[in-house]
């Protein structure tokens, strides 16, 4: 795979674009447009550094993002997850990583994160359903954390896996889905750079409502690839069990890389409706991956995008 040679920059060479961005969000904020997304408690979160790959479009606000999200462990409304996902219990918590690995083993996120750089990735977020976001995640590229385990020799894929806690997550106890819910990725993409474990959002620390305490976001992919809550990543030689892919393999692909040419079955990926955008806002073309097409393109090369097995 042929690096983004923007991974060659370092913090010192990004600052202008970095203070060009934090210029911009602070115009916004003038504007009233993010103001209501400030940090609920008013206080610097967690320690961040910007990132180049961050997007100059201003964020949604907090209010949309900790509001109008998809969680069917907390049921299948918009707003269920932000009215249910309270009942999760994200402390402690444990990551198992096994498989094709050289250092498998249950890691407790304290030690995930121990020495690691947490960035502020300003990401553009695309569901299957043309709804869109943007969202300032904080977190750190999933590469680090293989690197750190060690990939073994014959690994071609990384499945992830979400928490099964009916108990705590009471739409598992309603066969929506086969639960846990679970994806994957092959393992190029889980190795590019765009591709990141969150654990917070605005600054501050994931709300369980978007995955706490710690999921995936993969920006030029549909959302439904950006799991939640994992507790099991799996390195294997095989395509690994997707959940939209298992359910409904006609209408979720594995790739299912956002893609204004390849509608879904049953509606148009052409355009795209941006929440908080207002009502005359009018829907915005959606981008060959999401608008990511410099940094992923290569990864596609000689493969057809209309398929997607
Ligand atoms: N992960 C789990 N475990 N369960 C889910 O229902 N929904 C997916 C994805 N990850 C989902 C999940 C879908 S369809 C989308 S669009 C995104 O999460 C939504 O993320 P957000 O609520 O943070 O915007």
Known sequence: MRRSPRTDLRWSDVTPRASFL????????????????????GQAGIATVPSDYSTGEAPNSLADVTGYNNFYE????????????????????????????????SYDLADILSGVTLEERIYRFRCVEAWSMVVPWVGFPLSGLLDRVGVGAGARYVAFETLYRPSEMPGQNHAILDWPYREGLRLD?????????ATGLYGE?????????????????????????IVKITLTDTQPPCTWNQTNPREYGFYSNVNPAVDH???????????????FAGRQETLLFNGYAEEVAELYAGQDLAQDF
């Open 22 to 41: 934090s210029r911009r969000q602070m115009m916004a904020a003038t504007a009233g447009a993010v103001l209501s997304a400030m940090p609920r408690t």
């Open 205 to 229: 620390e994931m709300p369980n409502q978007n995955g706490a305490p710690i999921r995936l976001v993969v920006p030029w992919k549909y959302g439904f690839k950006s799991i939640k809550s």
């Open 74 to 105: 907390f049921g299948t409304g918009k707003d269920d997850p932000a009215a249910y996902a309270g009942s999760l219990t994200t402390d402690p918590w444990a990551v198992e990583i096994g498989g094709l690995v050289e250092r498998p083993g």
């Open 189 to 197: 993409e889980a190795m590019n750079p765009l591709t990141i474990l």
């Open 265 to 279: 079955p049953r509606w148009s990926q052409a355009s795209e409706r941006r929440i908080g955008a207002g009502l």
